[in-house]
């Protein structure tokens, strides 16, 4: 056992800082969305930064493409739709809130894992399943209509997210042939396309923004995404789907302190309730499969 110590050790530091960053990245971005840069422009940019500096960094490694292509354009369009809904929720949501709705990714890894690695979970792990998607209930009820069911888009888009980051973990564990890097790339380069897509079928009035909020969109894609996203996917590739996903709760400890310190936003007692139950299904998701 002591000789699995340092191996371990790596990826759940990436994984923390990783997680720990993602917490507080809400900020400068609602920054950069006061200083005109919004909605799907403030996404372009971010995720062209890093991918300028991404590909630069990849070279000849992304020839592994080719040997999976399949698991690669997989990849591609999950992470690419789990990093553009997540900004677009975090920018315009209750900060809590959408973190609590976005991991739910654990009780979606679960059955993805089953379904596409093979990995069965017992049923003790399809139970804490029922207990993360009771909290989710709990969460979406709806005073007004009298059932759960997301409230405005912004839940969309964290349910969403976190959907699509679980199938993308799963795809990050099954390329194994792909450098990290190139499954790097592959998030950015998923992000830059869908939100180019996106752009020129919605037409959003192109923002005029001045040079710093321009130079500090960028700063914040090479600096910001270009490392969260590294140390991310260095940790998953490394770990089983299930224990990256409990581990990367720490983004939800990190993201509740830096709403309270830097936003007057509110989490109702339900809330409080139904993401507790979210946490602790998520956590025993993670132990009973491992």
């Known amino acids: 056992m002591p000789a699995n110590r340092p191996s371990a050790f790596l990826p759940i530091t990436s994984l923390l800082a990783g997680a720990a960053l993602w ?12 200083g005109g840069l919004r909605g799907l422009w403030l996404v372009l940019v971010l995720y062209a930064a890093a991918l300028a500096c991404g590909l630069a960094w990849a070279g000849p490694r992304l020839r592994g493409f080719s040997q999976l292509p399949g698991w690669s354009l997989l990849l591609m369009l999950s992470a690419g739709w789990t990093n553009l809904a997540f900004v677009l929720a975090i920018v315009d949501g209750n900060v809590l809130r959408v973190l609590l709705l976005f991991y739910l990714s654990p009780l979606w890894a679960v059955l993805f894992g089953w379904w596409l690695l093979g990995e069965r979970p017992s049923r003790a792990g399809l139970a804490s399943l029922v207990v993360a998607m009771s909290g989710a209930l709990l969460m979406l009820w709806n005073p007004t209509a009298g059932f759960p069911w997301p409230q405005d888009q912004t839940d969309w888009l964290a349910l969403s997210s976190g959907l699509a980051f679980a199938l993308s973990n799963v795809a990050v564990r099954k390329a194994t ?3 990290i890097a190139a499954k790097s790339v592959a998030a950015w380069l998923g992000v830059v396309l ?3 897509a996106l752009i020129a079928f919605v037409h959003p009035i192109a923002p005029a923004i001045e040079t710093p909020v321009a130079l500090g969109a960028v700063m914040l894609g090479v600096f910001g995404i270009f490392t969260m996203t590294a140390l991310v996917q260095y940790g998953v590739t490394h770990m ?8 990367l709760l720490f983004e939800l400890i ?4 830096s709403q309270q310190l830097l936003t007057d936003e509110i989490v109702t007692l339900r809330e409080w309730v139904g993401g507790g139950l979210i946490i602790v299904g998520a956590y025993l998701a993670a132990r009973v499969t491992e």
């Open 23 to 34: 917490g507080l990245v809400w900020y400068p971005m609602r920054l950069l969305e006061a």
């Open 177 to 179: 042939v792909l450098s």
């Open 194 to 196: 869908m939100s180019t």
């Open 240 to 247: 089983p789907v299930h224990r990256s996903a409990v581990i």
């Open 254 to 257: 990190v993201g509740a302190l």
